[in-house]
């Protein structure tokens, strides 16, 4: 393995402990969920931040797009999946198993067909949400729920919050295994460098510095949900004009997925 290699797959392993030391700090309670959360963030960022080194530094491998598969289903599915046993559902732990199994089996099966129908690795865009987006919004929920200034009103266990966080969860893990197409954002550092600020600020002191990015991330990840399709959907048709007046041909660029 050479240097140019090394350096993204170190990105990789800390991205991977990350979601390693989520689960681990869910695990030990409520006084650890905010930093549970956090990791969850961070763990994101480095995800975007190894694929861009790698293709930067010409060290892409298969070893490297192999390893990224097993930190995703650590630090976003496992990682998430944990946090909301901890935080929802208390009282009915039925449907607290439930919903946590769901969201562990929808990343699984949303990474298995990612790794078969893709070859590209979401360079032309994912089919279905990629499943970063579901970890970030169980990540951002939480910890607006643990800052001071959010606490009152995001209630998780219980309440119209709860049911939306919940829902939430459900409708993005149900996206995942679909194949409505996203784009992938963190190939436009426009995007990708203000979200890597972002989440730097989650772990400021200031008592208004972390809630609002957190608020901020929430709103960008809502537009991406929702937006997200039409943007990809726009782009494919404008590719797909520009190819038939170049070639007269179109085949290929349709909006399916596999």
Not at 2 to 26: E, H, N
Not at 43 to 48: P, Q, S
Not at 178 to 183: C, E
């Amino acid at each position: 393995m050479s240097w140019r290699q090394i350096i993204p797959t170190v990105i990789t392993l800390l991205a991977m402990l990350c979601g390693f030391f989520s689960i681990l700090l869910s695990i030990e309670g409520e006084k650890h969920f905010l930093l549970s959360a956090q990791f969850i963030m961070l763990a994101m960022i480095l995800d975007g931040l190894d694929g861009n080194f790698a293709r930067l530094l010409k060290g892409t491998s298969p070893f490297g797009a192999e390893l990224d598969t097993y930190v995703d289903l650590t630090a976003f599915g496992l990682a998430p999946a944990v946090l909301i046993y901890q935080v929802a559902l208390q009282r009915h732990v039925d449907w607290r198993i439930l919903m946590t199994s769901l969201v562990v089996l929808s990343g699984v099966i949303r990474l298995a067909r990612f790794k078969v129908i893709d070859p590209a690795r979401g360079q032309a865009g994912y089919c279905g949400l990629p499943i970063t987006a579901s970890a970030g919004w169980v990540a951002i929920f939480v910890m607006m729920s643990e800052t001071k200034v959010f606490a009152d009103f995001f209630q998780l266990g219980y309440g119209p919050v709860g049911v939306l966080f919940l829902s939430g969860v459900l409708v993005m893990i149900t996206l995942q295994v679909s194949n409505v197409r996203y784009p992938k954002p963190t190939k436009f550092p426009a995007i990708f460098i203000p979200c890597v600020i972002l989440v730097l600020l989650l772990f400021a002191a200031g008592k208004y510095t972390a809630p609002l990015a957190a608020l901020v991330i929430l709103f960008m990840g809502v537009v991406y949900v929702v937006i997200g399709p039409f943007f990809t959907w726009i782009t494919r048709k404008l590719h797909l004009s520009r190819t038939i007046a170049m070639n007269g041909n179109g085949n290929g660029l349709g909006n399916h997925c596999a």
